[in-house]
């Protein structure tokens, strides 16, 4: 089957050095800790989109949504649990009245991220059986609709602290590095990202997302539920993007309704170009594809300031115009075309 | 005896344009029956009827005594018929074995068995059907690169792996190789025969039909023109003037 591979010794060997490299990465890159952070969050929200993008067919522009209901949920959990809402945004998470001690921040964590997964994928189940049934640009603009929309709203609840934004929890001093600790679980999260991934496309449920990709009215009269098939897909996307966002918002610690939980303009338009540069529709797409991403914005950033933008709205152009299968999707034609050549 | 399928005065019109004017056809279990009729002469739109791809306007579809004119295509695929198209239909982006892993018959199967990767059984199932169509060979090349005889190929043997109750096959032979004709025949009748498949068959080639059918039915401008043997339709008066006079 398509992305399925038996665990060969190459293949436990590459696996092991990844994870080597995964692990060490913080240790050995100590001032490039936060931006490995992100790139693991990354990879997370290109595979998640792709899972609905690529191997589906249905081009959502809406993520964001998942991303900010995971970031805010989390954050109200994490806060909640021991703390007011309503109070500790009123004040700003400031004051000497709402510390968090380190059990209480763990608990936090243990109990905020998986919420934030599980709300974003209730959230996907609600919206799935409206927006899926929608398709081609209709989906796409919904989708888009949705994630403006979420932002706008968040910004209009004084309860998460409306417009000028939410605090996830002061990390207590005692804990240590917590950005170290925020890695590792974005690792953690990335990597089961990945694996389940995997998993999915090597059983029959990923080629039928691949049938409804190619031809949705043929898999339906072939008996295909294609409806359960896509809201299942669209629901386990959202669950990691939620899980994801709940990441993000500690790591950057202020949530900003507009600017990061339902960043449309930015993670949003990210994650799809991630998974385009790397190749959509493959499983190692999306992570190459958000490799080269923060590699290249960290230059664009760091190098270009001022015309960093400029330049990432012209990778996206390069990239359409000269990559349009994406680099693994490249890499695999020349390996076909190769391979045709020999057979001749 | 009652038939499988009973199609009673079905009606379905395209604004001015009435494709099916009170069409009824009945196929009995087992069968082999035949659909002829001149281009335009409303013989997909009866197809997509059958199978809920359009509703129509008026009239019943019973499938094993169940009415079906009401139920979504995939509840009707799912009820066991199943068809394929004048232009193939096929996953462009699979395989050609992915084609067939996809579509074996997942009505058997609860949903949860969609978690599950091939097995053997599942791959050997799929390759028996490629070799049946003569594509074994084809089977790890992307569909999309297939010819359009071989896609139709494809889809029919896609068709056998759902094992369906009931096989809808619209002009099975259109584009294909002519050399390769008369063993798609061979094969059709074998599946009839030895799966104990139903088929209703569009045909026009009318050596095929004749050769292939045990029933046939006519239609000309939306209504049906006439039914009966092959040697019955062959030589029809209605029949031959309504081909004669559309050539
Ligand atoms: N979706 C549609 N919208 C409008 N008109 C349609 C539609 N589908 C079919 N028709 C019209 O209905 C009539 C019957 O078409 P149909 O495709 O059923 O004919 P057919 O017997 O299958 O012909 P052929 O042998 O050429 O395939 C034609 O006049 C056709 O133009
Ligand atoms: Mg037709």
């Keep these: 089957m398509a992305e399925y591979r038996a665990l060969t010794p190459k293949r436990l060997l590459l696996i092991a050095s990844l994870l080597a490299v995964g692990v060490a990465a913080p240790l050995v890159l100590p001032a490039y800790q936060l931006q490995l952070t992100e790139l693991l969050l990354f990879i997370v929200f290109a595979l998640a989109w792709d899972l609905v993008g690529g191997q589906m067919g249905y081009n959502s522009f809406g993520n964001v949504l998942f991303v900010g209901l995971g970031m805010y949920g989390a954050a109200i959990v994490q806060v909640g649990l021991f703390y007011d809402v309503g109070l500790y945004n009123a004040a700003r998470g400031g004051g000497t009245q709402f510390v968090f001690d380190v059990p209480q921040f763990i608990t936090g964590l243990a109990l905020g991220i998986p919420a934030a997964a599980l709300i974003s994928a209730f959230a996907a189940w609600l919206l799935g059986s409206l927006v899926l049934t929608m398709r081609g640009h209709y989906f796409a603009i919904c989708t888009l609709g949705l994630g403006i929309a979420a932002g706008q709203i968040a910004a209009g609840i004084p309860w998460i602290g409306a417009g000028s934004g939410m605090l996830t929890p002061n990390p207590p001093e005692a804990l240590g590095d917590v950005a170290l600790l925020l890695y590792y679980l974005a690792l953690g999260l990335a990597i089961t990202c990945a694996l389940t991934f995997a998993w999915l496309l090597s059983t029959r449920f990923g080629l039928a997302l691949n049938a409804i990709r190619d031809d949705e009215d043929k898999a339906e009269a072939m008996g295909l539920k294609t409806h359960a098939a896509k809201v299942t897909a669209w629901v386990i996307a959202a669950g990691f993007l939620g899980a994801a966002g709940a990441l993000y918002g500690n790591v950057v610690r202020f949530i900003d309704p507009v600017q990061t939980a339902f960043a449309g303009a930015t993670i949003g338009v990210w994650m799809i170009l991630m998974a385009l540069l790397g190749g959509k529709g493959t499983l190692a797409g999306p992570i190459v594809g958000a490799i080269v991403f923060q590699i290249m914005k960290e230059l664009f950033w760091t190098y270009l300031l001022g015309w960093q933008r400029v330049a990432l709205g012209l990778l996206i152009i390069a990239v359409a115009v000269f990559f349009p299968a994406g680099i693994v999707g490249f890499i695999r034609e020349r390996g076909s075309a190769k391979a045709k050549e020999q057979n001749q | ?247």
């Design chain 2, 1 to 247: 005896m009652t038939a499988m399928l009973q199609v009673t005065d079905v009606t379905k019109a395209f604004g001015g344009v009435v494709a099916n004017d009170a069409v009824s056809i009945s196929v009995p279990q087992g069968a082999i029956v035949g659909l002829i009729g001149p281009n335009g002469s409303g013989k997909t739109t009866l197809f997509n009827a059958i199978t809920g791809a359009q509703a129509i306007d008026a009239g019943s579809i019973r499938f094993e005594g169940q009415e079906i004119s009401r139920l979504l295509t995939g509840e009707i695929a799912r009820a066991g018929i199943i068809r394929t198209y004048q232009q193939p239909r096929i996953y462009g982006g699979l395989s050609t074995r992915d084609n067939m892993l996809v579509s074996a018959s997942i009505r058997r199967g609860s949903s949860p068995s969609l978690f599950r990767r091939a097995n053997a059984k599942a791959i050997a199932w799929a390759d028996e059907l490629l070799d049946f169509v003569g594509l074994i060979e084809k089977r790890d090349i992307l569909a999309g690169d297939l010819s359009f005889g071989q896609q139709k190929l494809l889809e029919l043997a896609m068709a056998l792996s759902n094992e369906p109750r009931m096989l809808l096959l619209d002009e099975p032979t259109a584009g294909i190789n002519p050399i390769l004709i008369d063993s798609v025949i061979e094969r059709l009748k074998v599946a009839n025969s030895k799966f104990g498949l139903t088929l209703l068959v569009i045909e026009h080639n009318m050596p095929v039909i004749m050769d292939l059918a045990q029933h046939i039915y006519c239609l000309a401008h939306g209504s049906l023109l006439a039914d009966g043997t092959p040697e019955a339709i062959q030589n029809d008066a209605n029949v031959l003037d309504a081909y004669l006079g559309a050539a």
